[in-house]
């Protein structure tokens, strides 16, 4: 058999694509250094390298050509969301457990590259929230907030030797977020109004520095749909899912449930729907099934958010719907050229 | 003005037309031995009807159109008959096929031509003298064009002239407009008398804007009734269907054919091959042949048929680091030999080199990124075909309509794991009509089996009627059997008629009762005809792709 095409247009990989998903999640990435510190640096770099690492030994192991998989650049993608998902301060113990589970079980023992039917970095996080509920609540706190803001040396040595500077105690670093804030509120029977009071996390929308956060993931977000790496299905039906179900829960009861705008203010919300709900490879592939998968999601999200056992929803509903794209792809097959319309 | 219409999907490959279409068509050359493939065209192979040894004229006819699917094949210039045998032909198999091999003799001497008075014959009978001049799609798809022009049962409205000419580096359809529009257009005239037609529109990619305004004027000095339509230049919109849409606004039903809603398509370089053939009684023995590529000089030669595409190469000026010859363009083509000749297929021998075809990158899995599903010209998930061709899970992919694939490539083009998805397709495709065709080898069989069980039964059913009619007559003759031995026997017979009747009902759904072996081989015979044509139905989805 010849080759179907002989030709090809400049700049088409796999590395192409992950390369820009990664370019697009910068604008985030320099939000999250401005306002919470070098921690997340840190952290970014760390989990690439064991991503990296985790890849190389799984391709060995199974009897992959090492270049051609290393280089695609979906493991470091991988390395990035759940870096960006997890605490920024996070010892370094804990990234490797996450990275481990993301690349080695979600991806490799699925078959690798293409095959996995959940996404890698929210097993990561699924994984690690359950086994360590504790460390993956102690966010670092913002800026302009923080008792102490740790310098670059403080960061390393927090997270690799889980020393904290001196005369500096760990609750001047670190803070709860603000949807942990609201649910601890809400368990203790405060209204949302006597939280929003009691805290200084809030913001103009979100949280402080977080918000902004957001926005700056919705950016590169925007940034990726432009390149045509992401449809516009799968984040429009998201944050939709999200606002609907939100906005009817606030308006059965403002008092319990969070506004709807504050919910999508959530760097997870952005971060889930530009870069994670969007993962082509656990995700749907049709039109019609991308807005299901992502109305589900953001559904899911804020149900867990609101009734769950967790302070946020975005991994598990993610995860609950990659459980279900195939029989998702299989009804919202869409109609072929001759065949006759709906 | 024409209100254009858009088909959903497509591509904008480099287009590359600039290397070879400012040059005129060279003048053809007379190669000294012409191999010429009696299988050119889709359906039955021509008949040779020469012998070696045999002293033939340019035009005149070497192979016979053998059955209805089929058309003549003649001899490009005047020589002697060398050889009748196998020989490297284009076909992506790169399998060997019977070729008549021509010694040319260099005077290039033609046979009588008799052009004929189209407007006054029967039309039947100006088919069947297309046939025998071996006019086919010169568009690509090669389908005989006297079946083309016969519009049967269904009436044809409109008929297209494809000079869309969608694939990169060819520009033979670009150079005929350009220099022989008139007599395109004569063909046109000559396809809509025929057909019945009452529109005629020529639909040209707006990347040949000469071709268009010379198509224009022809079509002013003619005085014809034709649109001269400007397409938007996007790959595959000289494909049958995609056209089709471009400028009728109809979607061709999945499954079937243009014509079936109306609408016939001929590739303007067939229109001026039937304008030859009528209006001066020339077979289709030359072509125009883009050679293109990694060339000295790119150009358009009117290239007989029969000439080794390697020698064509040698005449536009080989060159150091030629990597192979893709027979088509880089979408659609595939690697042919040098030896290989050109045939009425032929629309562009594109030279290799690593420079300008690079070997393609490692392939990679599929990410699911469905950037296939977002060119598809025909609407279907391809990343969803591909798991279903390489799962082998054959029934899946017809379920998602593997068969309404045009194989354009526009998929493998876009795909960032540079996956060879045509190549998958393809492959589906073949191994499901292997499976159909053993399937109905096998229902034979075991039909066959079923009569002839059947058969035996009602033998031995005859048997003991025969026995009974004979007891009955010794019964007569001599009644000493007691009844108790008579309702025994009786008996017996009833139940071996029972038994006979019951078995006949489970095997003998058909009118097939009570043939003879001969009737039933005449049957299977017909039965292996009929599939054969259904296969060429399946194979002819697309008549006149030109892309």
Not at chain 1, 91 to 105: D, E, H, Q, R, S
Not at chain 2, 111 to 122: A, G, I, K
Not at chain 2, 267 to 292: C, D, Q
Request: charged share 20%.
């Amino acid at each position: 058999m010849t080759a179907s095409t002989h030709t090809l247009p400049p700049n088409t990989s796999v590395t192409r694509v992950m390369t820009l998903v990664l370019a697009c999640l910068m604008p985030g990435v320099l939000v999250y250094v401005w306002q919470f510190g070098w921690g997340i640096v840190i952290n970014l770099v760390w989990a690439s390298l064991l991503a990296l690492g985790i890849e190389a030994l799984a391709l060995r192991l199974r009897g992959y050509p090492l270049k051609p998989f290393l280089t695609d650049g979906s493991a470091v993608v991988t390395a990035w969301l759940l870096a960006l998902s997890i605490p920024p301060l996070a010892p370094w113990w804990m990234t490797l457990v996450g990275m481990i589970f993301a690349i080695g079980v979600a991806k490799h023992l699925y078959g690798g590259l293409g095959q996995n039917i959940f996404n890698p970095a929210m097993i990561g996080f699924a994984v690690l929230i359950i086994s360590f509920p504790v460390q993956m609540t102690q966010w670092s706190a913002p800026l302009s907030l923080a008792g102490h803001a740790p310098n670059f040396t403080e960061s390393l040595s927090l997270i690799f030797a889980d020393t904290l500077p001196d005369g500096v105690n760990l609750d001047a670093i670190i803070s709860a977020t603000p949807l942990d804030t609201v649910r601890t509120g809400l368990m203790q029977q405060h209204t949302l109004d006597e939280i929003h009071g009691a805290s200084r996390i809030f913001g103009q929308i979100g949280g402080v520095g977080s918000e902004w956060v957001a926005a700056a993931y919705l950016v590169g977000g925007i940034a990726l749909w432009a390149f045509r790496i992401v449809p516009w299905q799968v984040p429009v039906a998201f944050l939709a899912g999200i606002w609907l179900t939100a906005g009817f829960l606030h308006w059965f009861d403002t008092g319990r449930y969070a506004a709807p705008w504050f919910q999508i203010a959530m760097p997870s919300s952005m971060l889930g729907a530009f870069f994670i709900a969007t993962d082509p490879v656990s995700g749907s592939t049709t039109p019609k099934g991308r807005l299901i998968f992502g109305l589900g999601a953001g559904f899911l999200t804020v149900i867990i958010r609101a009734f769950g056992g967790y302070p946020d929803g975005v991994a598990f509903s993610i995860l609950l719907m990659n459980l279900c794209v195939p029989l998702i792809d299989a009804w919202t097959q869409p109609r072929v050229f001759g065949t006759a319309k709906d | 003005m024409r209100t254009l219409h858009r088909f959903p999907g497509g591509i904008h490959p480099e287009e590359h037309k600039a290397e070879s279409s400012a040059r005129p068509i060279h003048a053809p050359f007379i190669p000294n031995r012409l191999f010429i493939p009696m299988r050119q065209h889709i359906g039955q192979p021509a008949k040779p009807i020469v012998k070696v040894g045999d002293k033939v004229l340019k035009g005149q006819m070497i192979g016979q159109a053998d059955g209805y699917v089929s058309t003549a094949v003649h001899a490009s210039s005047s020589g002697v008959v060398t050889g009748i045998g196998l020989h490297a032909v284009a076909h992506p198999s790169g399998l060997p096929d019977l070729c008549i091999t021509i010694d040319t003799d260099g005077h290039d001497t033609w046979t009588e031509l008799q052009p004929l008075d189209w407007q006054s014959l029967d039309p039947a009978a100006v088919r069947g003298y297309v046939r025998d001049l071996g006019i086919a799609g010169l568009g690509g798809a090669v389908f005989p064009s006297s079946i083309k022009l016969d519009p049967k049962n269904q009436p044809i409205h409109t008929l297209i002239l494809n000079g869309g000419e969608c694939e990169p580096w060819i520009t033979c359809d670009d150079r005929l407009m350009r220099e022989r529009a008139e007599e395109v257009l004569q063909g046109a005239r000559i396809m809509q008398h025929l057909l019945g037609a009452q529109t005629v529109i020529a639909g040209i990619e707006d990347n040949k804007p000469e071709a268009i305004a010379a198509m224009q004027a022809a079509a002013e000095k003619l005085g014809l009734q034709i649109e001269i339509a400007a397409m938007p230049t996007r790959y595959p919109g000289g494909g049958g269907k995609q056209i089709t849409q471009t400028l009728t606004g109809l979607e061709t039903p999945s499954g079937k054919l243009s014509t079936d809603i109306g609408v016939q398509v001929f590739n303007v370089g067939t229109a001026y091959a039937l304008a030859r053939a009528i209006l001066h009684g020339e077979p289709l023995i030359s072509r125009i042949v883009t050679v293109t590529g990694h060339v000295l000089g790119p150009q358009n030669y009117e290239t007989l048929i029969g000439t080794p595409m390697g020698e064509l190469v040698m005449h536009a000026g080989e060159r150091e680091g030629t990597t192979g010859l893709i027979m088509g363009g880089p979408m659609m083509g595939f690697d042919v030999q040098p030896e290989a000749p050109v045939v009425k297929a032929t629309n562009c021998v594109l030279v290799k080199s690593a420079e300008l075809f690079p070997p393609k990158p490692r392939e990679l899995p599929c990410i699911r990124c469905t950037e296939c599903a977002r060119v598809c010209p025909a609407q279907l998930q391809p990343q969803e075909l591909y798991w279903f061709a390489r799962a082998k899970n054959f029934g899946k992919a017809q379920e998602y309509n593997l068969f309404d694939c045009i194989e354009c490539g526009c998929c493998s083009y876009v795909c960032p794991s540079h996956i060879p998805l045509v190549d998958y397709y393809r492959f589906a495709k073949s191994e499901i009509w292997a499976r159909e065709k053993e399937k109905h080898a096998a229902d034979i069989a075991r039909e066959r089996h079923e009569f002839r069980l059947f058969r035996l039964e009602r033998e031995k059913k005859e048997k003991a009627e025969r026995l009974a009619a004979k007891a009955q007559t010794k019964k007569a003759e001599a009644p000493t059997l007691t009844t108790d031995e008579q309702d025994a026997k009786k008996k017996l017979i009833a139940e071996a008629l029972a038994r006979a009747q019951a078995k006949k009902a489970g095997v003998a759904p058909k009118n097939t009762d009570n043939l003879t072996p001969e009737q039933c081989a005449e049957i299977a015979e017909i039965e292996a005809r009929r599939a054969r044509i259904r296969e060429m139905a399946k194979k002819t989805i697309e008549p006149e792709k030109h892309l």
